[in-house]
């Protein structure tokens, strides 16, 4: 199962942003930031912060669901739980 981690990294990779970038759009240093995509027991604020930035859901995040709605609700996307697939999400 996909960590917090692994699914934080995946998302700003699929953005093409780097850890300081993220800092920077979260207002943060980027040791914190670094701190936060290394860890696997984000913050309620920093999670849901995150959710809303990549527009996924919080349990998608948080590894419990591997699909990700569109921006209508109406179309899940299966989203690879093999770390070594990629994933392009938009």
Not at 5 to 18: A, I, Y
Not at 23 to 42: G, L
Not at 53 to 71: A, H, Q, S
């Amino acid at each position: 199962m996909p960590s917090f981690s692994d699914r934080l990294k995946e998302l700003r990779l699929s953005k093409q942003l780097t850890q300081k970038q993220m800092a920077e759009i979260f207002t943060m240093t980027e040791r914190n930031y670094q701190r936060i995509e290394a860890t696997n027991s984000p913050s309620n604020e920093n999670l849901v912060k995150f959710a809303d930035f990549f527009n996924v859901p919080t349990d998608y995040l948080l590894g419990r669901d591997n699909f990700i709605t569109d921006v209508e609700g109406s179309i899940k996307v299966k989203v690879p739980t093999d770390k070594n697939s990629t994933t392009n999400i938009p």
